[in-house]
């Protein structure tokens, strides 16, 4: 086996992407598979750093490009360290957030376009795409709700996001679902307002028609 699969989990704020996640690489190391987990922004050592940079609450100077450069500076490391080397062996790639993010997010959101995340991602992606996509979608109020709470419990300052208005996190929203009306063979919307293992078995069956040409054992 030279390739192994790349599957994202996008959705807004608060729609349990990231527990879903966890949930799918425990049931594959399971089954035998070898699976590798990346975060963005984050999963290597300076996407970490980027991280802090994005993501605290203190750094609302942040401007809309400088922002959008540093996802995919985060996303170029992964891509090189992680993600390809991953791949080549024949492992699964599990990822938290993509370039579906930045799309929806600074294209969106912010409102800089889609043109020109695309034009980044050619060059930080080199073309490559997650074989599917798994996109949690829930009402942008009822996600927030979620995440706040969760980051009050955490006592977790990484909110610059989070604390964006009602009217950026909807449009992060749209851009989703365009996102799922453009290519409906990758990305599949999952209804994130169901309990959790309904949620859970919803993202198996998904995954597990991308397994068909993986064998655990070569995995």
């Not at 979608?137 to 604390?163: K, P, Y």
Request: with cysteine; proline share 2%; aromatic share 6%.
């Amino acid at each position: 086996m030279t390739k192994g699969l790349f599957v994202s989990f996008e959705g807004v704020e608060g729609s349990g992407k990231s527990t879903q996640m966890r949930r799918l690489a425990n049931r594959l190391r399971q089954m035998g598979f070898r699976v590798v987990e990346n975060i963005e922004p984050g999963g290597t050592r300076i996407g970490k750093q980027i991280r802090s940079i994005l993501l605290e609450a203190a750094h609302q100077e942040l401007s809309a490009t400088a922002e959008l450069l540093l996802f995919f500076a985060s996303r170029a490391q992964a891509v090189d360290e992680l993600i390809l080397p991953a791949l080549a062996q024949g492992q699964i790639v599990l990822s938290d957030r993509f370039t579906d993010s930045t799309i929806a997010y600074q294209g969106g959101g912010r409102q800089l376009g889609w043109d020109v995340v695309l034009t980044l991602d050619r060059v930080a992606c080199r073309g490559l795409k997650p074989s599917l996509t798994l996109c949690l979608d829930l009402d942008v109020e009822i996600g927030l709700q979620r995440a706040r709470r969760r980051n009050a419990e955490e006592g977790q300052s990484e909110t610059r996001l989070d604390d964006e208005s009602l009217s950026f996190h909807r449009r992060v929203r749209a851009a989703y679902h365009r996102l799922v009306e453009l290519e409906p063979e990758r990305v599949k919307l999952v209804d994130a307002s169901r309990p959790l293992e309904e949620v859970e078995e919803t993202v198996w069956r998904l995954v597990e028609q991308q397994l068909a040409g993986i064998q655990a054992g070569g995995c």
